[in-house]
């Protein structure tokens, strides 16, 4: 009989090679799951978070539970803050549905990068508050502790390649803010935001999109701004290297009236010089929305004025500034079908057509011109 050949010696430690690697990621599972089942129950962890944010904070923080998860989340580790609240005697400072924040634990063990997912904070309602005495309720953090923080920052930082960030999200947050002594008030409902990028040595990329149902600020007993809807949508990016700043968009929205620009600006370290070349455009569909931002503490409700047109406005800003230079500006604008009529009075626009361009070199100011091509006013 033919004797069995053995297996070959590379076959063999390859063998044992997965045998101990599988062996080491079961006992790692297991510890993970003894961890978050045994000892880092929400039972358990919830209290003991309490009585640590008690050597940091001044307030008491309350929370329904507290939970810490890997295998729902992987490959995250995410911690669950669920119903809580910060308050001192009366005053409660923050009302939270959820606050969450996830990392990945083997990014910086493999690459030595911070990668942070999402981090949440839902259905929130935020009240700061100067009282008369002029002590913000929102100075929550205890003196010593923040030594303590500084004495740790100033140790031995870690090397960190890259820091990236998944997600900052608010969904469903109202805040308010009232200043007694000098009789201030600011209310801002239904914030849901949405922060994102990636920040290295030389590449950095920030990605931002917020907006807000309403905006109302008082001054002195007196409504400025009320009924504003708002939005912004974002992206920037930052070479280190070429010192470039540019951005593909970023647009601002009121009402429904938009202004946004796009394009670069490079810095010229050794000259302190800027290289500029960025687009910008603004439309406004109808005049009565420009009426409505006009506080009525500046026109008098008693009187009605009714106004209609669409407003298209569009620029370009391009060249060298710096050492007495200055980019070239070129802008276009274009009202269309204007009206503006008081209720009750003889006088008023019926129409009013524009379409203009004007160019703008403060470098040779002869060469700046503003030309016509349609009006009409009637």
């Avoid at 033919?2 to 599972?29: A, D, G, M, V, W």
């Avoid at 969450?100 to 493999?110: E, H, M, Q, V, W």
């Avoid at 922060?195 to 400025?224: A, D, P, T």
């Avoid at 361009?357 to 091509?373: C, F, M, P, T, Y």
Wanted: hydrophobic content about 40%.
């Amino acid at each position: 009989m033919r004797e069995k050949q053995k297996p070959s010696l590379s076959k063999r430690i390859f063998k044992y090679t997965l045998y101990t690697i599988l062996s080491i990621c079961l006992l790692i599972t297991g510890v993970i799951a003894f961890a978050l089942n045994i000892v880092f129950t929400p039972a358990k962890l919830t209290p003991v978070v309490r009585k640590e944010a008690q050597k940091f904070l001044k307030s008491d923080l309350a929370t329904q539970a507290v939970e810490l998860t890997f295998f729902s989340s992987f490959p995250e580790f995410q911690l669950h803050v669920r119903n809580g609240s910060i308050s001192q005697l009366n005053d409660t400072l923050i009302q939270f549905g959820e606050i969450s924040a996830g990392i990945r634990p083997l990014a910086y063990l493999t690459s030595q990068k911070i990668h942070l997912g999402t981090i949440l904070f839902k259905d929130a309602t935020i009240h700061a508050l100067i009282p008369e005495s002029g002590n913000p309720n929102w100075d929550i953090v205890k003196a010593d502790s923040t030594n303590q923080a500084a004495d740790t920052v100033a140790g031995e930082m870690p090397v960190i390649s890259e820091i990236k960030l998944d997600r900052i999200a608010f969904e469903q947050v109202n805040l308010s803010f009232t200043d007694i002594p000098n009789r201030t008030h600011f209310d801002l409902s239904g914030l849901n935001a949405s922060i994102s990028g990636s920040f290295g040595k030389i590449h950095n990329e920030l990605n931002l999109s917020c907006n807000s149902s309403n905006i109302r600020f008082e001054q002195q007993g007196k409504v400025l701004i009320d009924k504003l809807a708002f939005g912004i949508d974002t992206r920037l990016q930052i070479n280190n290297e070429t010192h470039t700043y540019q951005t593909e968009k970023m647009i601002l929205d009121l009402n429904g009236m938009k202004a946004g620009c796009a394009g670069s600006v490079i810095k010229d370290s050794a000259n302190n010089e800027y290289t500029v070349d960025i687009q910008a455009g603004l439309n406004i569909p109808s005049l009565a929305e420009v009426l409505k931002l006009i506080p009525k503490s500046v026109i008098k409700e008693a009187i009605d004025v009714t106004t209609d047109g669409d407003i298209l406005v569009t620029g370009a800003i391009k060249g060298v500034y710096g050492n007495g230079k200055f980019p070239v500006a070129d802008l276009k604008a274009n009202i269309d079908k204007g009206s503006f009529q008081y209720k009750g009075m003889p006088y008023g626009v019926d129409q009013l057509d524009l379409k203009m361009e004007g160019h703008i070199d403060l470098n040779d100011k002869a060469a700046s011109r503003l030309s016509v091509q349609n009006f009409l006013f009637k």
